[in-house]
């Protein structure tokens, strides 16, 4: 039986395999993925996005134990940030999910952005479609919105929470325009902390600049305390509102034409690269290049020209 | 005159327009990099990166006006974050520059990494070549190690500083590895908080572990106060040491070819899906495919394959 027709059977081990193969690259892993694709679309993909500190793997916990209370089969990917600055704390984060471990109802996987060689989002859609593949309900996707391809992965979410935290920095009108454009739902975690009604009443009041048109979706503002599970089912509440309007409204078709498209430009992006590597390295092109390039007799912007009418024949 | 020509003459405003050139992503600058390329290398390129909040701005303030004092002329490359969480700051520390802003001699350019077409280290090796022909003899790329591309850029700097302050976070210990393996020189700035020596002393200890063989650069822990300008000198004194290095060793000429190669495959990547693109929009296939996985008859993965497929003509 293939790996992939195991992951259908919800073979919890044939999936973890499988995300390996992604993860190394294997060529097999491109033909289980093949498999699985029909027979997917049936998860609802939550991004979970913030700044470092903002509580939000407590979070992810809280809604994978509320989510499970009703019967969720729930998916975690947790994304560990690349920077060399964030720090270690996202392990110590992931050893509270461990009441989890037991339960068959929930997996847990992490991805790391150091290196991630096919790109950090086409990486983070696969893994995703394989905990699709394999049952999941929902499929919580959580990482730190610090780079580009950080906030492309939250755009491949059905509903995409923002959690913020009082006393971040100065002030939230320094925070860049971007955070609302992403978020279709707001959390103020860490409600108990000095302002963070404050913090709650001023991401109001910059959202209702922005203000949709009647019918359309309009994120609001939820305060939780994660450590102690206060505003929870509030939040799984909202999050079931967001998905119910997606649902009813024209938007989901829209979104999903969107979300193939950016998995699909990833992996075309991805192959084509591959395919020109291997064009170059057969007859010692890229050696000839960069030796051009190290006595400047070769520009970088001509090569990548020659190399590109090469390999498509001037097509 | 064409405007490589002008900026070759050391016309600033001609370098301006061809960095618009470079953002707004016309053809016209490709061509003009290519007549620049043959004159540049002379630039030395310096990396200065480390988390939000370290006063690296203020440090490159520092070091161009010591670098001025030694008759160089200084560019600066300043990467905007994309994370919409790091907060407006950037903006407020570029004001300080504004002692620059009559000197000839400086020429400061900020990229803002979200949107970047191109990708953010392809536009920023390109503009640090259109400030390396326009005459400048160091350019500083300033960026903050929050992702991987910009991980990335400091790997193009002849010589990268990774700039620390005490108490951040927790722990130093908790710093991921990879923060030791970008840095020739570490700073540790604000150097007058509380906790700084430990700091510097820690990240001493660290480094120690990983001491290169007899001959090979051993980099060194600093302490700055950016603001007074104390510990200035000895930086640049440090850098220097690290350039004189870099060129008495063997290991400039890998570190050449590798950062040609990096940028070259930057180039290549990007003209390939433009060709890619272009070649599914003439003819509706982008259309077709993406109904295809609309209805779920046609996966991403042989989509690409078979835009691949015709796009080399199986070569």
Not at 140 to 155: F, M
Not at 288 to 313: F, I
Request: aromatic fraction near 4%; charged fraction near 25%.
């Amino acid at each position: 039986m293939s790996l992939a027709e195991q992951v259908l059977n919800g073979n919890i081990r044939a999936a973890a395999r499988l995300m390996r193969d992604i993860d190394d690259n294997r060529p097999q892993a491109v033909a289980d993925l093949k498999l699985l694709y029909p027979r997917t679309g049936n998860a609802y993909i939550l991004g979970i996005t913030g700044p470092p500190g903002a509580g939000k793997s407590t979070l992810v916990d809280q809604l994978t134990a509320s989510f499970r209370k009703k019967g969720n089969r729930v998916g975690v990917v947790a994304i560990d940030p690349t920077s060399p600055f964030t720090g270690g704390a996202i392990l110590g984060d992931r050893i509270r999910m461990n009441r989890h471990a037991t339960d068959e109802g929930v997996f847990i996987r992490s991805l790391a952005t150091r290196g991630a060689l096919g790109g950090l989002s086409r990486s983070t859609s696969d893994v995703a479609l394989v905990m699709d593949a394999l049952g999941m309900d929902i499929v919580i996707i959580e990482t730190v919105g610090v780079g580009q391809d950080e906030v492309d992965i939250v755009k491949a979410a059905h509903t995409t929470c923002v959690v913020m935290v009082p006393g971040l920095g100065d002030d939230i009108q320094a925070i860049k325009a971007g955070i609302l454009e992403i978020g279709d739902i707001f959390v103020v975690n860490k409600a108990d902390r000095e302002g963070a009604d404050r913090t709650a009443r001023e991401l109001a009041t910059m959202l209702e600049f922005r203000m949709a048109p009647e019918g359309l979706w309009n994120p609001h503002v939820l305060k939780t305390e994660a450590q102690r599970g206060t505003g929870i089912e509030e939040l799984v509440g909202e999050i079931l509102q967001h998905r119910e309007y997606l649902f009813s409204s024209e938007s989901i078709n829209d979104f999903l034409r969107e979300r193939n498209l950016r998995h699909f430009m990833d992996i075309l992006r991805d192959s084509l690269f591959k395919k020109a590597l291997a064009f170059m390295e057969t007859d010692g092109t890229l050696e000839r290049l960069l030796d051009g390039m190290a006595n400047h007799s070769v520009d970088p912007y001509s090569a990548a020209e020659k190399v590109l009418s090469a390999l498509t024949g001037e097509r």
